[in-house]
C-alpha cells in the first residue's frame, strides 16, 4: 500500500494529491464518455438503425428513464448503509464495474426482425439493466467528494478536476461515436464496435478509480439510521441543501434547454447548420478551460457567491442571441463563448457545494447521509433533463414548428424565445437563492469546529491502492 501525501491529522486542511484527482477525472470521463454517446446517438441507432418505430422506441426508453429517476435516491441510501472490507462507496465500484461495460455494450445491439413487443422488451431490458449498473457505479464515484476530504476549497478542486474529465468525455463521446460507426458499411455492426469500444473504455476508466482510490477507513464508523422515506425527509428539512438543489435545478432546466434548442436555432434562425457542430464545440471547449478559473474564484470568495456570478454571465449571453438574426454565425460564436465561460462555473462549483450541506444535517442531526443526498441531488437533475426537453417540445407546438421546413415569423419567435429569454430567466431566478445561500467560508469552518467537538478527531488517510 503506498500514498500520495502523508496522513494528516487535521481534517480541515486535508489536501489531495494531484495524482488521485486526476484519476478521478478520469472515472468522470469514462461516465460522462457514455452518456454523450447515448445523448446523441441511441434514439437515432433505435429509430433508423433497428427501424424501430420512434414512439415506440421513444415509449421504451421512456420506462427507463422513470426507474432511472427512482434508483438515485435508493442507491444512495444503501450506499450509506453499506460495510465492507473494500469501504462503503468504492465496493460498488469494485464489483459494477465489469456490469456496467457489459450492460454498455447491449444498448448498441439489437437482433433484427424483432416483432414490435419483443423490440419493446428488448429496449426497456437493456436500458434499464444498464441504468441499474451506471447508477451503482455513478452514484458512490460522486459521494466520493464528499469522503475523500473535509475541506472547503479542496472539495471544489477535486470537483473541478472531475469536471475537466467529463468535458473532454461528453465532446469525446459524440466525436468518437459518429467516426467509428462511420468506418462501416453495414452501420448495426458499426454501433456494435462502437459499443464495444465504449464499454471497455468505461469499464478500464471507472477500474482505475476502484483499484486506485481507497476512501478514508472513518467514513465506515457511522452508519446513519430510519428508512428510505426517513432520509428523504432529512433531506427537504435542510434549508442549504433545499437552496442548494433549487439553483441548481434551475441551472440544469436552463442549461438543457439551451442544449435541446440549440440545433433549432442554428438550423432555422442562424440558418447556418453546417456551423451547428463547431458552435457546440466552442462551449464545451470554453467550458472545460474556464473551469479552473471559477475554482480559483470560489477559493477567494465563497462558492454560492461565484455561481451566481457565472450564472449571471451565462444569462446575460443567452439573453443577447435573441437577437442575433439569420447569417450573424460571428456573434452566435460570441454568444457560446461567453454563455461557455459563464456555464463553467456550473460544472465546478455545485457538486462541490453538496458534500457542505451534507455537514450542515450532520451537525443538527448527528447522522451523516452523503449518499442519501447525492440520490436526491441527482433525482432533481435527472427530472429537470427530463422537463427541459419536453418543454422544448411543447413549446414549439404551441408556436407552431413543422419540421424540415422553411419555419413561419411565429415559430422563429419560440426557438427565440425558448434559446434566449426564457433560458435567461430561468438562470436569473437562481441567483438570489445562491446570493443569499447560507453556508459561506467562514460558516463552514464554524461547522467543521462543531463536528470536531461532538466527536474525538480520527486520522484521515487518503490511500491509493498499490496492490
Known amino acids: 500500500m503506498s500514498t500520495f501525501s ?23 470521463l469514462g461516465f460522462t464518455l457514455l452518456i454523450s454517446a447515448i445523448s446523441f446517438f441511441l434514439l437515432f441507432f433505435y429509430t433508423d438503425v433497428a427501424l424501430v418505430p420512434p414512439a415506440l422506441a421513444g415509449s421504451a426508453m421512456l420506462v427507463g428513464r422513470i426507474w432511472d429517476t427512482i434508483n438515485d435516491p435508493l442507491v444512495g441510501w444503501l450506499s450509506d448503509r453499506t460495510r465492507s472490507r473494500w469501504g462503503r462507496r468504492r465496493v460498488y465500484l469494485i464489483y459494477g464495474t465489469l456490469p456496467l461495460a457489459l450492460t454498455a455494450i447491449t444498448l448498441w445491439v439489437m437482433p433484427r426482425g424483432l416483432s414490435p413487443i419483443l423490440a419493446f422488451a428488448w429496449i426497456v431490458i437493456t436500458y434499464s439493466l444498464f441504468d441499474t449498473f451506471f447508477t451503482l457505479t455513478n452514484m458512490p464515484f460522486g459521494t466520493l467528494t464528499a469522503e475523500l476530504t473535509q475541506d472547503y476549497d479542496e472539495r471544489t478542486s477535486l470537483t473541478a478536476a472531475s469536471s475537466v474529465g467529463a468535458v473532454i468525455g461528453y465532446i469525446t463521446g459524440g466525436i468518437a461515436m459518429r467516426a467509428i460507426v462511420g468506418q462501416f458499411q453495414d452501420p448495426g455492426f458499426g454501433y456494435m464496435v462502437a459499443g464495444v469500444i465504449l464499454g471497455a473504455v468505461v469499464g478500464g476508466c471507472v477500474g482505475l478509480v476502484a483499484w486506485k482510490v481507497r476512501e478514508p477507513a ?34 440544469r432546466l436552463s442549461f438543457t434547454i439551451l442544449s435541446t434548442v440549440l440545433a433549432y436555432f442554428v438550423t432555422y434562425q442562424l440558418r447556418a447548420p453546417d456551423r451547428l457542430t463547431s458552435l457546440l464545440s466552442v462551449l464545451m471547449i470554453v467550458i472545460g478551460l474556464f473551469i479552473f478559473a471559477w475554482k480559483w474564484l470560489s477559493d477567494r470568495w465563497n462558492k454560492g457567491g461565484a455561481y451566481a456570478v457565472g450564472l449571471f454571465i451565462t444569462a446575460l449571453a443567452v439573453g443577447g442571441s435573441f437577437f442575433v438574426g ?31 450541506v451534507v455537514e450542515y444535517d ?32 411543447w413549446v414549439l407546438g ?30 436569473a431566478l437562481a441567483l438570489p437563492l445562491l446570493l443569499t445561500y447560507p453556508i459561506t467560508r467562514a460558516s463552514h469552518a464554524r461547522l467543521r469546529e462543531q463536528l470536531a467537538q461532538a466527536a474525538p478527531a480520527e486520522r484521515v488517510e487518503t490511500v491509493i491502492a498499490g496492490d
Open 326 to 356: 439569420p447569417g450573424q454565425v460571428g456573434s452566435m460564436y460570441v454568444v457560446m463563448a461567453i454563455a461557455g465561460f459563464g456555464l463553467a462555473a456550473h460544472w465546478a462549483i455545485p457538486w462541490a457545494m453538496l458534500p457542505d
Open 398 to 427: 404551441w408556436f407552431g414548428y413543422v419540421p424540415n421546413v422553411e419555419q413561419t415569423a411565429q415559430s422563429l419567435l419560440g426557438i427565440r424565445l425558448l434559446f434566449g429569454p426564457v433560458s435567461a430567466a430561468l438562470l
Open 218 to 251: 472513518q467514513t465506515q464508523l457511522r452508519t446513519p439510521s430510519g428508512s428510505l422515506l426517513t432520509g428523504l425527509r432529512a433531506t427537504l428539512r435542510n434549508r442549504p441543501f433545499v437552496t442548494l438543489v433549487a439553483a441548481f435545478s434551475l441551472a
Open 6 to 28: 502523508s496522513p494528516t491529522t487535521a481534517v480541515a486542511s486535508s489536501r489531495l494529491p494531484l495524482g488521485l484527482k486526476a484519476i478521478f477525472a478520469i472515472g468522470s
Open 362 to 393: 450532520e451537525a443538527a442531526t448527528g447522522q451523516r447521509r452523503v449518499g442519501m443526498y447525492y440520490g436526491v441531488a441527482g433525482l432533481a437533475d435527472k427530472l429537470m433533463r427530463t422537463l427541459g426537453v419536453a418543454l422544448v417540445g
